[in-house]
């Protein structure tokens, strides 16, 4: 199992922006799937973004479709959500994983292997 490190999380105010990063400890990012969740209080974690490793398919929830961004850092080890426009609602504990089963199955959490710690998100209305 692969501990995976997020960053960039932080309070910031809505409208502002955050860029969170996640990548492997220790190892590079092998995966098929990078996704990133989130869960906000007394609510289940949900899909917020995925992305198809190899090749750079991407795919959103629709609440942050053309406010979020993700994609791979040069390095190809490391996975970068860009968001902007944010809204309070946005607030939440924010995950990455990664997972290898087929594309079809990238909002399902319980297909991916590996998560990070979580990196807290809160936006002020």
């Known amino acids: 199992q692969v501990q995976l490190i997020e960053s960039g999380g932080g309070l910031v105010q809505a409208g502002d922006s955050l860029s969170l990063t996640c990548a492997p400890s220790?190892?590079?990012?092998?995966?098929?799937?990078m996704g990133w969740f989130r869960q906000a209080p007394g609510k289940q974690r949900e899909f917020v973004s995925a992305?198809?490793?190899?090749?750079?398919?991407?795919d959103y929830e629709d609440s942050v479709q053309g406010r979020f961004t993700i994609s791979r850092l040069n390095d190809k080890s490391t996975g970068l959500l860009q968001m902007n426009l944010l809204k309070p609602e946005d607030s939440a504990v924010y995950y990455c994983a990664a997972g290898n089963s087929r594309w079809s199955r990238r909002r399902d959490a319980n297909e991916y292997k590996d998560w990070g710690q979580g990196t807290q998100v809160t936006v002020s209305s």
């Open positions: 220790g190892a590079p990012f092998s995966s098929f799937i």
């Open positions: 992305i198809w490793w190899p090749g750079g398919t991407t």
